[in-house]
């Protein structure tokens, strides 16, 4: 799947991820739609997701939103991105809170764009979803 020359802001999940280069996302073969749309090819457990469905009892749409940002359950969702995967979903909140979510989808298209073949690098796998080039670092 080749980089688009804009991510969509539906592409931007509540809890801080983007859903454009989430793995499910980038390797079904019908293409989830973000996790701010319709549950409709979705994976099982982002239809399930207890973070999605906070947001809408909550009247938000993002965590960051919140007035109980961070809670507990983003805090064990960011310790989890940052172990396995070096990202962090609370700097990706805090960065659309303070610059806006098109600056923000602006610098991850550059972030997660193969250089090689303009394919999306899975954020999951770090791997190109053209090319399968690996890419070893997320910074």
């Known amino acids: 799947m080749k ?10 999940a509540p809890c801080g991820m983007n859903c454009k280069v989430c793995y499910k996302h980038l390797k079904s073969k019908k293409s989830c739609k973000g996790c701010l749309c319709s ?6 457990h982002c239809k399930k997701c207890s973070i999605k469905d906070c947001v809408k009892v909550k009247s938000v749409t993002y965590c960051f939103e919140c007035e109980a940002f961070p809670c507990k359950q983003i805090k064990n969702l960011e310790k989890s991105y940052m172990k396995r ?20 989808m602006l610098k991850e298209k550059e972030l997660w764009t193969c250089k090689a073949c303009n394919g999306i ?7 190109c979803s053209d090319c399968h080039v690996k890419r070893f670092s997320n910074a």
Do not use: C, Q, W
Not at 39 to 44: A, I, M, Q, V
């Open 3 to 12: 980089m688009p020359n804009r991510i969509d802001n539906s592409m931007f």
């Open 85 to 104: 995967y070096g990202v962090s979903l609370l700097k990706n909140s805090m960065t659309i809170k303070a610059e806006g979510l098109e600056a923000f």
């Open 121 to 127: 690098i899975s954020l999951h796998d770090s791997e």
């Open 39 to 44: 549950d409709e090819d979705k994976p099982e």
